[in-house]
């Protein structure tokens, strides 16, 4: 029993209502309130852990190159960046960027959007890393670049990271690179059970006000949310131990206040150390959050 419906009846027994769905968008009331809840509570919550059995690794497809050593490749990458690649069109939480050695493989990922520039050609040397080496974090920065709006003709409203503003991008120093994230799992088949148990009360939560307020008892509905969101806290968190504690992990971690001290350099002055040039060097004050540092030494948390 692993299509959507049966997850989603699933929350409407755990809100007490006595109805059962056959489809999403079978048009009773129940399912359309389950079909506008449905989708985002699942990103949502694929946001909230890194969760084992959605983590994903690509190579990203390439849009510009600062140093002007890809031809036939735009070189406007925001500053002080060198690469800019496309953000994954499926992926709900960027966890990090691997500062690897690469095998080669120019294909463009299956899935991926296409660049600005169809006829660009790929940066060489994309693909998965080269066997045995380790996955050191590298600094990283997601953005959004006017540079590159959608395509004419794009489906911008359904596209994730796309639109006429502009797209989103991910801005590193590492060429040829590859991502890990948490990836769009839409099938209930691929989830794992303590996952599943956690979307179906985060989804009863959001969908039980609507639904007993449409059989004239708010006070209910509002008792089955609150219930729900206690249920949905703690089956995340006991999903968190059980995802700690499958796997190999690396207990090395340095706290950010002791690496940063002593590192980096004025915005001006101590440049490579500031934004980390080409050598990725220094920590500096230009990198993003916590996720993009607190990788180094500690990959078993990404």
């Not at 299509?3 to 109805?19: E, R």
């Not at 852990?49 to 390439?62: C, E, G, I, M, S």
């Not at 500053?79 to 463009?108: I, L």
């Not at 991926?112 to 600094?139: D, E």
Request: hydrophobic content about 40%.
């Amino acid at each position: 029993m692993n299509l959507p419906a049966d997850v989603a009846n699933q929350a409407l027994d755990a809100i007490g209502l006595d109805f059962t769905i056959g489809d999403l968008q079978e048009g009773t009331k129940p399912a359309q309130v389950l079909l506008r809840a449905y989708s985002q509570c699942l990103r949502q919550l694929l946001r909230a852990v890194h969760w084992n059995f959605a983590r994903k690794q690509t190579p990203l497809l390439l849009l510009a190159d600062a140093s002007g050593q890809t031809p036939d490749t735009p070189t406007q990458v925001i500053a002080p960046w060198t690469y800019e690649y496309a953000y994954p069109n499926d992926c709900m939480k960027a966890r990090f960027v691997p500062w690897s050695p690469t095998g080669g493989n120019s294909v463009v990922p299956p899935g991926n959007i296409t660049p600005s520039n169809p006829t660009s050609p790929l940066v060489g040397g994309l693909g998965s890393p080269v066997p045995g080496a380790q996955l050191r974090p590298a600094r990283w920065l997601e953005a959004t670049d006017t540079n590159y709006p959608a395509q004419a003709g794009a489906l911008t409203w359904e596209v994730q990271g796309v639109s006429p503003q502009g797209r989103s991008v991910i801005l590193t120093n590492v060429p040829c690179a590859s991502i890990v994230y948490t990836a769009l799992m839409n099938y209930p088949s691929n989830w794992d059970a303590q996952f599943r148990a956690a979307f179906v009360a985060y989804l009863a939560s959001e969908i039980a006000l609507p639904l007993w307020s449409w059989k004239n008892n708010p006070k209910m509905g509002m008792a089955m949310r609150q219930d729900n969101m206690k249920i949905a806290a703690a089956k995340i968190m006991a999903a968190r131990v059980t995802d700690g504690n499958e796997g190999w992990h690396n207990s090395d971690f340095v706290p950010d206040w002791m690496r940063f001290r002593n590192v980096g350099g004025g915005y001006m002055g101590g440049y490579s150390q500031a934004i980390g040039a080409l050598g990725d060097g220094g920590y500096g004050m230009l990198y993003s959050g916590c996720d993009a540092c607190c990788g180094v030494g500690n990959t078993s948390a990404y």
